[in-house]
């Protein structure tokens, strides 16, 4: 899984203003919140993220008056999804930090999707990943500890391998009906929530590091580097 990292060893522990990045569903979620509360958010068409985020978060900052060099952690949401949505979310929380030393925490898609589910239930969490696939991740109930630990680790899989790695688990979904896949126990995510459950993650965790920052999770080839392969000799 993709582990939350702060720049500069610095701790997410007692910040307490975060901002929160979301790409790589259909629509870019940000949320700005100080001290548990949530000041500012904004909902961007993901095909004009890349133009239209920095303003947003601009006027998300003026709306709490609150100064860049404020916000304490950014959380990004690291993939898999879109391609074009983690590069543009990455690429983001990157410069804020470099211009701001902000802590970047970054989560994967999964694991924020199955902050939805009780903590204290395990959970299986899937969404489409086109071609007819799916990205799934299965966790174990959170109880009391910060993040959930994987039983089944983010993946690539296709409808048929759905019910073998999912098991009995309740399931979430955001934007699949997976009942025609033998998966009758599953229900509707809140895709609206996805950058306040990635900001509720990020304030639950504490992270030591030397200046590691989070990578891209992808989990697929793109359609073109999949139609170069098979076009290889």
Partial sequence: ????????????????????????????????LRNDRVVARAG????RASIRLAGAI?????????????VGVIAVCVGPGSFT?????????????AATGAVVFGADSLEILAEQAPASEAVAAVFPA????????????????ARRQAIVTPRLATAAELVGFVGGQQV??????VRAAGLSNARAAQPERLALDLA???????F??????????YLRRTWAEEVRSKRAP
Wanted: with cysteine; aromatic share 6%.
């Fill in 208 to 217: 030591f590091d030397a200046g590691t920052l989070p990578a891209p999770v």
């Fill in 200 to 206: 509720a993650l990020a304030a639950r965790c504490a």
């Fill in 172 to 177: 979430l979904t955001l934007g699949a009906d």
């Fill in 85 to 97: 949505g983690i590069k543009v979310g990455l690429a983001t929380a990157y410069g804020l930090a």
């Fill in 130 to 145: 086109g071609r007819g696939d799916f990205y799934l991740a299965v966790f174990e109930a959170r109880g009391g500890a």
């Fill in 44 to 47: 961007l068409e993901s095909g």
């Fill in 1 to 32: 899984m993709a582990a939350g990292v702060a720049a500069r060893g610095q701790t997410l522990a007692g910040s307490s203003t975060i901002l929160a990045l979301h790409s790589t569903s259909d629509f870019t979620l940000a949320a700005l």
């Fill in 58 to 70: 601009e006027q998300m900052l003026a709306e709490g008056r609150i100064g860049a060099r404020e």
